[in-house]
Every structure is written in C-alpha cells, then in structure tokens.
C-alpha cells in the first residue's frame, strides 16, 4: 500500500473533514504509532520517527491506498519532555479533533505496547473512543519482543483491561499481523 504525507495540522481549520475513512492512530509517547504507518507503508517510510518521546505534535495526515483512507498520526500521550503551556495546547487541539470526526468515516487504532499491562492513560483513551462513540480496535504492538507462547496471555490482558474484543497483535519492525492489522483498518 502507497502512504503518503499529505499535511500536519494543530488547530481546528486545518483539519481534514472529507467523506473518506480516517483511521486515526493514538497511543501512549513511543509506542509505535508513526512506525505502525510505515510498517504496513510498501513505500518506505512516510512518517517521521523517533526513538525520544513526545516527538509527533501536530495531527498529521497521509493518504493510504491511493485516495482510499487517511492515516492520522495523533501526538503521544503521557511522557513527553514540554512545558506545561505547550501540554495545554496539545489538550486543546485533541479535544477539538476528536469533536469533529464522524463516526461514520472514523476508526481509532488504540496503539499499545503488547508486553505490557495498558496504563490508565491507555483505559481513559479507550473510554474516550466510547464516550465520542467512535470505532476503535487495539494495535498491541511490539509482539516481536515476546515469545509465542507470551502472546496470547498479553492480548488477553489487554482485552481485560481495556474492556474489548478486538486486539491485533502486530510487530513495527518485523511486520508480524500485517494483514490482519490491514483487515481490522477495512484496507483489505
């Protein structure tokens, strides 16, 4: 699948609101969000990443299967190195984003560290998805760093803990769960 960059925003007018499907990309500082897009990109590697937290401030935008759907790569929660103000203003542009999509073209990836319990930033995220109701399913990535045997007990947990049904496990690096991570998206 082509992705490309199309343009970041960071406040309400320069958000996209089109018809097409926007799978948007949230999760905890670091877990893998932007490396999720380039992994199932076929292009290399679209969005920028980094291996310090807090990196991703803008709500980016890149355009997937040849005009098919947006990825939406969404600032990190949790640990992120900003002043008190800048953390503030990422609130704001987070409230507003998720007020204006419809949950008719919206679908949230809740992106997850696979080797760990989620957190309660992870269990309020997942709440908000409902509370705006949104579709959503969970990326429990990084399956590349457990064992087989580990990964069944992990998604488990995850299913528990974040009250749902759907967890793709998926490896950034190696591209494990690819084709199932496409399925979930509706991009197969």
């Given at each position: 699948?082509i992705?490309?960059?199309?343009?970041?925003?960071?406040?309400?007018d320069g958000?996209i609101n089109?018809?097409?499907?926007?799978?948007?990309?949230?999760?905890?500082?670091?877990?893998?969000?932007?490396?999720?897009?380039?992994?199932?990109?076929n292009n290399?590697?679209?969005?920028?990443?980094?291996?310090?937290?807090?990196?991703?401030?803008?709500?980016?935008?890149y355009?997937?299967?040849k005009?098919?759907?947006?990825?939406?790569?969404l600032?990190?929660?949790?640990?992120?190195?900003a002043?008190?103000?800048e953390?503030?203003?990422?609130?704001?542009?987070?409230?507003e984003f998720f007020?204006?999509?419809?949950?008719?073209?919206?679908l949230?990836?809740?992106?997850?560290?696979?080797?760990h319990k989620p957190m309660?930033?992870?269990?309020?995220?997942a709440r908000c998805?409902k509370?705006?109701g949104?579709p959503f399913?969970?990326?429990?990535?990084k399956c590349?760093k457990?064992?087989?045997?580990?990964?069944?007990?992990?998604?488990a947990?995850i299913?528990?803990?974040?009250?749902?049904e759907d967890?793709v496990?998926?490896?950034a690096?190696?591209?494990?769960?690819?084709?199932?991570?496409?399925?979930q998206?509706?991009?197969l």
């Amino acid at each position: 699948m082509i992705v490309e960059f199309i343009k970041s925003a960071s406040m309400k007018d320069g958000f996209i609101n089109d018809s097409r499907k926007k799978i948007v990309m949230v999760g905890r500082s670091n877990v893998g969000k932007s490396s999720l897009i380039n992994a199932v990109a076929n292009n290399g590697s679209p969005a920028r990443v980094s291996s310090s937290p807090g990196k991703t401030t803008t709500v980016n935008y890149y355009m997937a299967g040849k005009g098919k759907a947006y990825f939406i790569d969404l600032p990190g929660y949790g640990y992120a190195k900003a002043e008190k103000k800048e953390k503030a203003r990422w609130a704001v542009m987070m409230d507003e984003f998720f007020r204006h999509l419809d949950p008719e073209t919206a679908l949230g990836a809740l992106v997850v560290d696979i080797r760990h319990k989620p957190m309660d930033s992870d269990v309020q995220m997942a709440r908000c998805f409902k509370d705006f109701g949104l579709p959503f399913f969970v990326a429990g990535n990084k399956c590349d760093k457990l064992k087989p045997r580990e990964i069944a007990p992990a998604v488990a947990l995850i299913k528990e803990t974040l009250g749902v049904e759907d967890v793709v496990p998926f490896s950034a690096i190696t591209v494990s769960g690819k084709k199932a991570l496409l399925k979930q998206m509706g991009l197969l």
